[in-house]
């Protein structure tokens, strides 16, 4: 008879404990000593490639050793998103409660694909759905489903808005100039055609031109297009800034388009009530994604689409199988993979419940407002400081500045030294941030959504650029 010893993947109890203690005390020391590491770390491929590319190896090792070099060799390597001086891209700091249960439930591991599978937590992923439809002023009607992010919510959300189109031949989508790629690539998905995807003129102030919307909506109804659906951005990832959202609601409700609103950035400003008259008129949407992984504090991946008539969703995504049939418990216990591409999914609802259950809305709702608040302090001192010059108006929170020598440089000089400037950045150590380019001028960013972000933070950041700006402009003058 053959052996069965030594197949076993498992590991006995303490070595469980020993293992996840090690990694809980990793993470703790982590997060309270961030405030002392840099902010960014990074490695060239051919370093990690020679220390990792072999093939997995045919016997395995203490596991405690595994998980002392992933913790000293890989996960180092990358930008500390949750750093209070991280500003670049739109970062996120992750609450301890919504880490730990995103650890529970890689552990308990539910498939939150159908309410036979997972009843608890779909639960939960009702309860959260239902208040993110309460912050964005939905109806009852409403109703949505968590997704990884805002690009896969996007995708969801278009292929729902062509088929309440009734999926018309050669579809059209409109979306600004400063509309994320996300959206290129939901309507590419959507089976928009590349050329289809209309990219309308944002003005001054990197809002949608209404008047250019209208005039391409019509244009291409002339030449046989099926408009199909506008995105309006509600903070867009370069400026924070927002479409004019009750007029484009108005004309898609007169032309019959469905309104798409990407807040993947911006959404969860709603809970404040500076964010809510920021956003006003997102409630008249069709459909709206918003990623708590940004500005809701919580580990990737927990984006969510939310659709204005549920009816639309399930319509477009419920399909059965027979494997599936035992799934089928009635309207009142709906199946989560109904609403969406997922099947088999993770259950992203667990860390927004435990997060709000310990801290309370009060809190979360101050942490956003730190940002907005900060936001808008950053850019008054920017004003205020000869040195450095704001390139746009402070939106939710983003702020958009550079680097200027007052000398009345041209724009090839001011782009060359922030560029500089912006390398010296990354490794200063200090502070990590990135770069935009608004409409071909480029600008450095910084988006401010973290909650452990403090003035102090902020302004020595600013500073820091106006130090390195000056001595690279003045190395730069007596060479
Ligand atoms: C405005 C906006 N839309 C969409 C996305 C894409 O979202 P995700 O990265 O969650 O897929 C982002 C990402 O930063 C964003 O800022």
Known sequence: MQDDSGHSLEMDREEMLRLA????????DRTGGLRNQRPWDGEFRSVLED?????????????MDVLEQAVGEILPFAARLDHPRCFGFVPTAPTWPGVVADFLCAGFNPNAATWLSSSGVSQLELVVVDWMRNWIGYPDSAGGVLTSGGSTASVEALVTAREAAGHPPFPSVYISDQGHSALKKAAFVAGVQRENTR??????????????????????????????????????????????LGPMADFCAEEGIWLHVDAAY???????????????????????????????????????????????????????HDVLQDTIWGANHPNMSDRGLQLSRAARALKIWMSVQTFGMAKFRDAVRNGLDLAQRAGQYIESNAALELTNEVALGIVCFRFNTGRGDDEQTLEELNRKLLAEIFWSEHAFFSSTSLKGKFSLRICIVNHTTTWEDVKSTLDLVARLGREASQSGSST
């Open 199 to 244: 990219i309308v003129r944002s003005g001054e102030d990197f809002r949608m031109d209404m008047s250019e919307l209208r005039r391409m909506v019509r244009e291409d109804r002339a030449r046989g297009l099926h408009p199909m659906a506008v995105c309006a951005n509600a903070g867009s990832a370069s400026t924070g800034a927002v479409d004019p």
């Open 266 to 320: 911006g959404g969860f400003a709603l809970v404040t009530q500076r964010g809510k008259e920021l956003l006003e008129g997102i409630e008249r949407a069709d459909s709206v994604n918003l990623d708590a992984h940004k500005w809701f504090f919580q580990p990737y991946e927990a984006g969510a689409l939310l659709v204005k008539n549920l009816k639309h969703l399930e319509t477009t995504f419920a399909m059965g």
């Open 21 to 28: 203690g090690r990694a809980a005390e990793v993470l703790a």
């Open 51 to 63: 220390q990792f590319g072999s093939p997995p190896p045919e016997s395995g090792r203490p596991a």
